[in-house]
Structures are given as structure tokens and as C-alpha cells.
């Protein structure tokens, strides 16, 4: 072995050491964090992660699958709200939250929905829908304006006694789509019909498994989840985004 190859050698077992001991030590003070955080503020004993952040010193709490917090290494401090990278113009805090809370589009209970087929219906989109929600009936009439797009309705109802009556009427109608269009665009209300409309109720369970929380929310094929209503320029330039 030559001395170039041992001294090779040498610095790779030298960075080796250095890469463990860096490791063992982040693990050591997440958890004297975690320790630390425990005793101060009971409520976060269950931490899912804590990570660096961009900023030194000030690390990531992740809580509940996608709620966000920041602290310093000391945990002294508890910092709620957005870290926003200025240089970039990014809101960090929501991109993460964004990517905790994606969605495969595949995963989606779409045998849950209704479809509607405009065009060629090369484009996907998932909407959650209450069928009392404002909003909604607001995003319905930009709706109408997209070709070109396979639409699936998963009702979602969660405002109220009402809305689950309306929307278990519409999932029991002959023509689903023409009854939901009915009432959202031209306020005919829903026959009241009867049948097995157990799909409902899973919508909504899903949803509280997955953090839905409002109404619309809409998912595109890339898993791009949107929540609230946005206008008709905006649903294109999201579906065309995905081609």
C-alpha cells in the first residue's frame, strides 16, 4: 500500500468517525429538546420530529402529523407561526405543511365519487364538497368554465345536519352529477330518495384522517392540494401544470 493511499484511507475512517459522532450528537440534543419540552409544556410529550431548520439555532417541532412549531436549542422559547425565507420570497412553514399533508390522487376514496367527463377528460380533479357550502357553490360556477377534464365529486358534508341530508339525497339520485349541478348552480333542491349511502359518512371519515378540514378541497393528479375556492384561471393553470 502506497502512502497517498494510506493516507486515502486514513481521512476516510477520519471522516467516518466525524459523521457518527455529529449524528450521536444531533440524537443527543433532540433528545435533551424533547426532555426538555416534555417537562416545560406537557401537551408536546408526543413530538412526531424535530429537525434543523434554515435558521441557526432554531430547530422544527412537528406535533399531530403536520402542525408546526419552532424552538431554540434550549427549548427556552416556543415560536408559533410562519419562517419565511426572504431572500427566496418563500413561506417555508407552509411548503412543509404542504408536503406533510399531500395526498396521493390514487389514494383518494374517487369509488366514493361521482364523476363528471368534459371534453376529453385527459385531466383529473377531486373536489370535497359540502353541498350548503358558499364557497363552494361560488367555485361550481368557475367549474363550469374547465374542459377537458375528468371531474370526481366526493361529498363532503361536514356543516351541519343538513348537509348530510342533502348530500346522502344527491348520492342516491339516478343521475348524480345533473342533481348535484341542479342545486349548487340553479338551487333546486335534492329529491329526498332513499338507498345505501354508507359512502358518505366514509368521505367524511376520511377526511378527518387526512386533515380536510374545509370546504372545497381540491386535489389535482400531481397531488397538489388546494384548499378553498379559487377561480377559473387558476383551476386551469393548475390542471395544465400537471401535462
Not at 368557475?142 to 374542459?147: A, E, H, N, V, Y
Request: glycine share 6%; net charge positive; hydrophobic share 40%.
Amino acid at each position: 500500500m502506497t502512502m497517498t493511499s494510506r493516507w486515502l484511507k486514513h481521512l476516510l475512517g477520519l471522516s467516518a468517525c466525524l459523521a457518527l459522532t455529529l449524528s450521536l450528537s444531533a440524537q443527543a440534543q433532540e433528545a435533551n429538546l424533547r426532555k426538555i419540552l416534555a417537562e416545560r409544556l406537557p401537551a408536546l410529550a408526543k413530538i412526531d420530529e424535530i429537525s434543523k431548520t434554515p435558521l441557526p439555532g432554531i430547530f422544527e417541532i412537528r406535533l399531530n402529523g403536520s402542525d408546526i412549531y419552532y424552538t431554540d436549542a434550549e427549548g427556552n422559547y416556543l415560536i408559533q407561526g410562519s419562517l419565511i425565507d426572504l431572500k427566496q420570497k418563500r413561506n417555508l412553514t407552509e411548503e412543509r405543511i404542504e408536503k406533510l399533508s399531500a395526498i396521493d390522487f390514487d389514494s383518494l376514496p374517487l369509488k366514493n365519487a361521482f364523476t363528471q367527463v368534459r371534453g376529453n377528460g385527459k385531466r383529473k380533479l377531486a373536489i370535497f364538497a359540502d353541498p350548503n357550502c358558499g364557497y363552494c357553490k361560488r367555485f361550481e360556477k368557475d367549474l363550469s368554465k374547465i374542459d377537458n377534464v375528468t371531474i370526481y365529486h366526493v361529498l363532503f358534508p361536514i356543516l351541519g345536519e343538513d348537509s348530510q341530508v342533502k348530500a346522502k339525497n344527491i348520492w342516491c339520485a339516478k343521475d348524480k352529477a345533473k342533481t348535484w349541478n341542479d342545486w349548487m348552480l340553479n338551487g333546486i333542491t335534492p329529491p329526498t330518495l332513499k338507498c345505501d349511502a354508507a359512502v358518505v359518512d366514509a368521505n367524511v371519515e376520511f377526511g378527518k384522517k387526512n386533515r380536510i378540514t374545509g370546504t372545497p378541497t381540491l386535489f389535482f393528479a400531481d397531488n397538489t392540494r388546494v384548499p378553498g375556492a379559487i377561480d377559473a384561471k387558476q383551476i386551469e393553470k393548475l390542471l395544465s401544470a400537471v401535462h
